[in-house]
T-cell receptor, first 109, second 116 residues
Framework: GQNIDQPTEMTATEGAIVQINCTYQTSGFNGLFWYQQHAGEAPTFLSYNVLDGLEEKGRFSSFLSRSKGYSYLLLKELQMKDSASYLCAVMDSNYQLIWGAGTKLIIKP | DGGITQSPKYLFRKEGQNVTLSCEQNLNHDAMYWYRQDPGQGLRLIYYSQIVNDFQKGDIAEGYSVSREKKESFPLTVTSAQKNPTAFYLC???????????????FGPGTRLTVL
């Protein structure tokens, strides 16, 4: 079966760095997406990786290793507004998105 | 401004009643999707449509129905056959770039349905 694994919850301190991991086992691979979702709101797109390596976008970076079925989202200079759930999703061989359950990130002052 | 709208944001219905959730987009996207989100679970696909007058079942289509009469609109009906309809429902659309960055899905604000 297809599976996406992420930690359920993480806690970090304002101003620090946090890495949210995602491992996947899917039928084929056509890219990996990271979304941010604040409580009660819609997910918003953060990043897309289809080739191995690191993609940097401001305070957020996303890394992919296809051979290991592994990705991480790196958040730097954490701000209180970064408190949210972070969803990892993989597009399989049928171009369907398979979603992880999300990682709830709690930022403490 | 381009975007996706869902209405209403909160919806209450009595058990046994059908209810229709609206989803409209003005992004000129070909594909539209309906997801259900429950606490502690990933988004689960209910139905999707890649072209007008055509749609496909997702992983949890039982108890739901959709229509795609216009490119901009993809309403979802939650029927009385759905055993546990209380959930957060999200509509999304994408340009349908087939496995490229342009396949990014963009979401509406969601409708929280509570069945009493």
């Amino acid at each position: 079966g297809q599976n996406i694994d992420q930690p359920t919850e993480m806690t970090a301190t304002e101003g620090a760095i946090v890495q949210i991991n995602c491992t996947y086992q899917t039928s084929g691979f056509n890219g990996l997406f990271w979304y941010q979702q604040h409580a009660g709101e819609a997910p918003t797109f953060l990043s897309y990786n289809v080739l191995d390596g690191l993609e940097e976008k401001g305070r957020f970076s996303s890394f992919l290793s296809r051979s290991k079925g592994y990705s991480y989202l790196l958040l730097k200079e954490l701000q209180m507004k970064d408190s949210a759930s972070y969803l990892c999703a993989v597009m399989d061989s049928n171009y369907q998105l398979i979603w992880g359950a999300g990682t709830k990130l709690i930022i403490k002052p | 401004d381009g975007g996706i709208t869902q209405s209403p944001k909160y919806l209450f219905r009595k058990e046994g009643q059908n209810v229709t959730l609206s989803c409209e987009q003005n992004l000129n996207h070909d594909a539209m999707y309906w997801y259900r989100q429950d606490p502690g679970q990933g988004l689960r696909l209910i139905y999707y449509s890649q072209i007008v007058n055509d749609f496909q079942k997702g992983d949890i289509a039982e108890g739901y129905s959709v229509s795609r009469e216009k490119k901009e609109s993809f309403p979802l009906t939650v029927t009385s056959a759905q055993k546990n309809p209380t959930a957060f429902y999200l509509c999304a659309s994408s340009p349908l770039g087939q496995g490229t960055f342009t396949d990014t899905q963009y979401f509406g604000p969601g409708t929280r349905l509570t069945v009493l």
